[in-house]
């Protein structure tokens, strides 16, 4: 069998193998692919692996020995599933690989909102308390966690995940979804409607799935519901925000800070508001990217198609 994994360089960078792929056949690896290259690359495979790299109909109708596309992430809209669907083609995603590491990127944002560690630290290292009249100093506000409100929005493995740690740091969990069922045994735990938990939360921690009706549901309308004192976090999909708007929002004071992790366009535009915005952190979209989430994502990604060969596919997307 011939496998291509089209863009395999930000899965393993060089700290990990494809050993376990190679053993089911002939494999192909490409750092990353340009549309304009992919079908050059994936002829005569029976197994493609994607991260970003779009396949088009187009471009799957120009495979007729292409069985079987592993996405190797859990968004799979690079991929038009339906025309894949329709020429025989499995498309397959990996769903469970990050939810511990994104979680803990979810608070390595609050924590920095919170407290400025860099800022702080870069002070002491340029002299700053070594100069100080005083024993202590701070540069910003300090915000303490314990007896505020984390509004969780899209309560699937990653949201509950941030909801236990949320608990344990004595917050208030608010949850928005549209399944409200197996709710946790969290201290102090309850679901709300999207405008409630904007209007009560300290803290917005955003993971929806982009839909149609997700997309830009954090506008100029729902940042003028939140505290002025609240922060928000997004480690799920850039377009759920819209990013003037929040842009506008920090730098007018409608909300305190957010951390984003995900952007509306990957890389962004330099003229992007959000990379000047009033205290908004962002950064490369590597809250997936532990050595250990990884690792994870690519044992995942052999076994899908191991599964696959032996007629028993699984996380199939439809």
Known sequence: MKIAVLDGYCLNPGDLNWDHMRQLGEVAVYDRTRVDEVL????????????????????????????????LATGYNVVDVEAARARGIVTT?????????????????????????GVHADAVRAGEWSHNA???FWKSPLVELAGKTMGIVGFGRIGRQTGRIADAMDMRVLAHDTNQTNAPGYTDFAWAGLEELLRDSDVVSLHSPLFPETRGMINARTLALMKPSAFLINTSRGPLVVDQDLADALNNGAIAGAGLDVLSVEPPAEDNPLL???????TPHIAWATREARSRLMDLAVHNLVDFVAG?????VT
């Open 276 to 282: 000047h915005a009033r205290n908004c952190l962002v």
């Open 134 to 136: 005083d024993w202590s």
């Open 93 to 117: 995603n990996i769903p469970t690989y990050g939810t511990s590491s994104v979680a803990q990127f979810v608070f390595a944002l609050l924590l920095e909102l919170c407290h400025h560690v």
């Open 40 to 71: 050059e690359r994936a002829a005569g495979a029976t197994a493609i692996f994607t991260n970003k790299t779009p396949l088009p109909g187009y471009i799957l109708e120009q495979l007729p020995e292409l069985r079987y596309i592993g996405v």
């Open 312 to 316: 028993k596919p699984r996380n199939v």
